[in-house]
């Protein structure tokens, strides 16, 4: 069965500290990978996709994610946090089939608090 | 350009009440899902529409109803609301002919009493 887990419920880091949050998924076909990210009562925002190609890809607000085939996961990374950072982030995986839009599956999602 | 609207943002309603949760987009998505979002389980696909007319259910379709008469509108119909109901609904709409990023809704806030 398709799914997609994040291992970290809530992560804690200071401002400034370097930043990797967990994603691993099980699927039968080549993946498409999301990241989101959620703030407060707000919905989800589009942070990076990746499709094919390059598997290091960059994304809005200086986050960027690598596709590793070998280990299934698709790790999201920033080098510097910012308090604004702070928000829920969630992985999800689709994928692309009989020209239609295929369901995307998200992981139960990984809470980022910072401190100053 | 508006994107997703959902109406309305919060609503409480008593057990076997029914009401229907709108959803709109005006991006000409043939794709559109309604999600909910409940502590620690992520978001769970209820139902979605791959382009008027057709309706399909997804994880936890139980307890809803959808239909898709327009491309613009998706709405989610509680029949008999239960406490169980009670969560975050998301709907969110993207192209059909290739994956592309969905693009969310602000959620409907439904607490069942």
């Known amino acids: 069965a398709q799914s997609v887990t994040q291992p970290d419920i809530h992560i804690t880091v200071s401002e400034g500290a370097s930043l990797e949050l967990r994603c691993n998924y099980s699927?039968?076909?080549?993946?498409?990978l999301f990241w989101y990210v959620q703030s407060p009562g707000q919905g989800l925002q589009l942070l990076l996709k990746?499709?094919?190609?390059?598997?290091l890809v960059q994304g809005i607000k200086g986050f960027e994610a690598e596709f590793k085939r070998s280990q299934s996961s698709f790790n999201l990374r920033k080098p510097s946090v910012h308090w604004s950072d702070a928000a829920e982030y969630f992985c999800?995986?689709?994928?692309?089939?009989?020209?239609?839009?295929?369901?995307?599956?998200f992981g139960k999602g990984t809470k980022l608090s910072v401190k100053p | 350009n508006a994107g997703v609207t959902q109406t309305p943002k919060f609503q409480v309603l008593k057990t076997g009440q029914s009401m229907t949760l709108q959803c709109a987009q005006d991006?000409?998505?043939?794709?559109m899902s309604w999600y909910r979002q409940d502590p620690g389980m992520g978001l769970r696909l209820i139902h979605y529409?791959?382009?008027?007319?057709?309706?399909d259910q997804g994880e936890v379709p139980n307890g809803y109803n959808v239909s898709r008469s327009t491309t613009e509108d998706f709405p989610l119909r509680l029949l008999s609301a239960a406490p169980s109901q009670t969560s975050v609904y998301f709907c969110?709409?993207?192209?059909?002919?290739?994956?592309?990023?969905?693009?969310f809704g602000n959620g409907t806030r439904l607490t069942v009493t």
């Open positions: 699927y039968g076909a080549t993946p498409y």
């Open positions: 999800a995986v689709g994928h692309f089939y009989g020209g239609s839009q295929g369901n995307l599956i």
């Open positions: 990746y499709f094919s190609g390059d598997t």
């Open positions: 529409s791959v382009g008027a007319g057709i309706t």
């Open positions: 969110a709409s993207s192209y059909s002919d290739r994956v592309k990023p969905l693009h």
């Open positions: 991006m000409n998505h043939e794709y």
